[in-house]
């Protein structure tokens, strides 16, 4: 019994460093092609090696991480393809949240999106990138949940080591201001309540972030020599 409690909490632990180190990738701590070292991990958050090694693997999985014999794990460089693949299985995925919330939405949940949008303006304005990619995946996050469909929402945040602007916005020609300007439209389509308008704004969004992203996301390897 003492052995199974041990396992339980070794897992929940590993879960938790996990979900520290998704925060960290996809907030830009981590950029891509960075090493994670299992010990200074393991330092950092005052744990032993086992359930960083656990959780280094749950991302492998999740095809975030590589890890390699003798060179411990890195952070994986998705290609080109595989990013703008993800992009239209979201902008997909984001048609559906509309379709499904915007009848649900409220004054409240209005406001709290035009919060996010003006967040975004401001931290353009600043020139600070990371906090406008922050504020960008909390607009889509609440967005989606509009939907109020857990199913939908879990398939939404298993694209998340591709398809969130954290990724994107740490690639070369990256441009926090041109992200922050991609939100009004959608904004404009929310404050109609009708659900077509915000689905069309939607796609435009990530077709214009789409072509965006084909230009500037290197591909691995490119630029060597």
């Given at each position: 019994m003492a052995a199974q409690r041990e396992q339980v909490s070794r897992s929940v632990l590993a879960d938790q460093v996990r979900d520290r180190l998704l925060q960290d990738i996809?907030?830009?701590?981590?950029?891509?092609?960075?090493?994670i070292i299992e010990t200074q991990l393991a330092r950092e958050l005052g744990t032993s090696q086992a359930p960083v090694r656990e959780a280094l693997r749950a991302l492998e999985?999740?095809?975030?991480?590589?890890?390699?014999?003798f060179r411990g794990a890195r952070v994986r460089r998705p290609g080109r393809a595989e990013l703008l693949e993800a992009y239209v299985v979201r902008a997909e995925l984001e048609?559906?949240?509309?379709?499904?919330?915007?009848?649900?939405?409220?004054?409240?949940d209005l406001a709290d999106l035009e919060a996010l949008?003006?967040?975004m303006r401001r931290a353009a304005s600043a020139g600070d990138g990371r906090e406008v990619?922050?504020?960008?995946?909390?607009?889509?996050?609440?967005?989606?949940?509009?939907?109020?469909?857990?199913?939908l929402e879990r398939v939404w945040r298993s694209l998340e080591p591709f398809s969130r602007t954290y990724m994107t916005?740490?690639?070369?020609?990256?441009?926090?201001?041109?992200?922050a300007e991609l939100?009004?439209?959608?904004?404009?389509?929310?404050?109609?309540?009708s659900p077509e308008p915000v689905v069309a704004a939607l796609r435009l969004?990530?077709?214009?972030?789409?072509?965006?992203?084909?230009e500037s996301w290197p591909e691995p390897g490119a630029g060597a020599g």
């Open positions: 996809v907030g830009g701590v981590y950029p891509p092609d960075s090493r999985a999740l095809g975030l991480v590589e890890i390699s014999p048609a559906l949240g509309a379709r499904l919330g915007v009848p649900r939405m409220s004054d409240a949008g003006e967040a990619a922050v504020a960008d995946a909390a607009f889509h996050a609440r967005l989606l949940h509009l939907a109020g469909n857990a199913t916005l740490v690639a070369p020609g990256a441009d926090a201001h041109r992200t939100h009004p439209r959608i904004l404009a389509a929310l404050r109609t309540r969004h990530f077709a214009e972030a789409g072509a965006h992203l084909a």
